[in-house]
């Protein structure tokens, strides 16, 4: 599986932040670590948007740490809200005509009869 890009979004419009990682999840608990709560996250290549709830705590370092890490760390969590998946303005109209034209049909129909 190869490395996927996932923009960070703010208000719908892109930031320059962007994230990597296999999976959205990965890139969301490093977007979560940077302090973010509302995390959109736009994947490269695609109409996707990821949708994250996160926040971070600071915890004591492991034991396992190197030197240079200091006594302190950052841990994030997050939690899946959902994926949007953007509607085009063409699409939005005709799902918007759909009901009428069905309407009419039917209205012809029961004149017929």
Do not use: C
């Not at 599986?1 to 990682?21: C, H, I, W």
């Not at 509302?38 to 004591?60: D, F, W």
């Amino acid at each position: 599986m190869e490395k996927r890009y996932f923009v960070l979004q703010r208000n719908g419009k892109d930031t320059d932040s962007v994230f990597t990682g296999r999976q959205p999840r990965q890139a969301a608990l490093k977007a979560a670590s940077r302090g973010e709560s509302r995390i959109e996250l736009r994947e490269r290549g695609t109409k996707k948007i990821h949708l994250y709830t996160g926040s971070r705590r600071r915890v004591s370092a492991p034991s396992n740490a190197p030197g240079w890490m200091g006594s302190m760390v950052w841990k994030p969590n997050v939690r899946k809200s959902g994926i949007r998946k953007p509607v085009r303005a063409k699409k939005a109209a005709r799902a918007a005509r759909r009901p009428a034209r069905r309407a009419k049909k039917s209205a012809r129909k029961a004149r017929r009869r």
